[in-house]
T-cell receptor
Framework: EDQVTQSPEALRLQEGESSSLNCSYTVSGLRGLFWYRQDPGKGPEFLFTLYSAGEEKEKERLKATLTKKESFLHITAPKPEDSATYLCAVERSTPFGTGTSLTVIP | DAGITQSPRHKVTETGTPVTLRCHQTENHRYMYWYRQDPGHGLRLIHYSYGVKDTDKGEVSDGYSVSRSKTEDFLLTLESATSSQTSVYFC???????????FGPGTRLTVL
């Protein structure tokens, strides 16, 4: 059964403390992995699409990478405004991952 | 969000009553989706549409039906609401992939 698992469930960082979020998947024939950001009370906002192992995408302090089994969302020198829940999904009718709730403390 | 709206934004109803949620897009995207989001479960796909009058079930479709008579509108109906359908419902759209690119603001539904 196709599955997407995110870790950790929650992450607290000091402002400026870099870290990574993980999204592992068990999907045959991956056709795309997607990252989103969700703020409380709002719908998810699309961040990145990755299609093949080795691919990387960047946006401000965020960089997403992809291997054959997992994707990482690296956050460099985070700021409080990066606090949100980060979700990943793959291009199938599988559920989204349950997300990582990131809190960046000033 | 720009290009996609949901109505109503909040609704409280009683068990056994019918409920219809509306999603409207101005982007002319082919795919439209309905998800529900619950603590501990993440986003789960209810139904999706790949064109006018073309719909298919997602993983949690029991108790829900959908209709799409126009490109811009996708309706989600709970024929007889139950307390287990209390949730936040998101509509989403995409132009070419089977994973949504833009989400609506959500509808918070409470079934008493």
């Amino acid at each position: 059964e196709d599955q997407v698992t995110q870790s950790p469930e929650a992450l607290r960082l000091q402002e400026g403390e870099s870290s990574s979020l993980n999204c592992s998947y068990t999907v045959s024939g991956l056709r795309g992995l997607f990252w989103y950001r969700q703020d409380p009370g709002k719908g998810p906002e699309f961040l990145f699409t990755l299609y093949s192992a080795g691919e990387e995408k960047e946006k401000e302090r965020l960089k997403a990478t992809l291997t054959k089994k997992e994707s990482f969302l690296h956050i460099t020198a985070p700021k409080p405004e990066d606090s949100a829940t980060y979700l990943c999904a793959v291009e199938r009718s599988t559920p989204f991952g349950t997300g990582t709730s990131l809190t960046v403390i000033p | 969000d720009a290009g996609i709206t949901q109505s109503p934004r909040h609704k409280v109803t009683e068990t056994g009553t019918p409920v219809t949620l509306r999603c409207h897009q101005t982007e002319n995207h082919r795919y439209m989706y309905w998800y529900r989001q619950d603590p501990g479960h993440g986003l789960r796909l209810i139904h999706y549409s790949y064109g006018v009058k073309d719909t298919d079930k997602g993983e949690v479709s029991d108790g829900y039906s959908v209709s799409r008579s126009k490109t811009e509108d996708f309706l989600l109906t709970l024929e007889s609401a139950t307390s287990s359908q209390t949730s936040v419902y998101f509509c989403a759209i995409s132009s070419s992939t089977r994973v949504p690119r833009v989400f609506g603001p959500g509808t918070r539904l409470t079934v008493l």
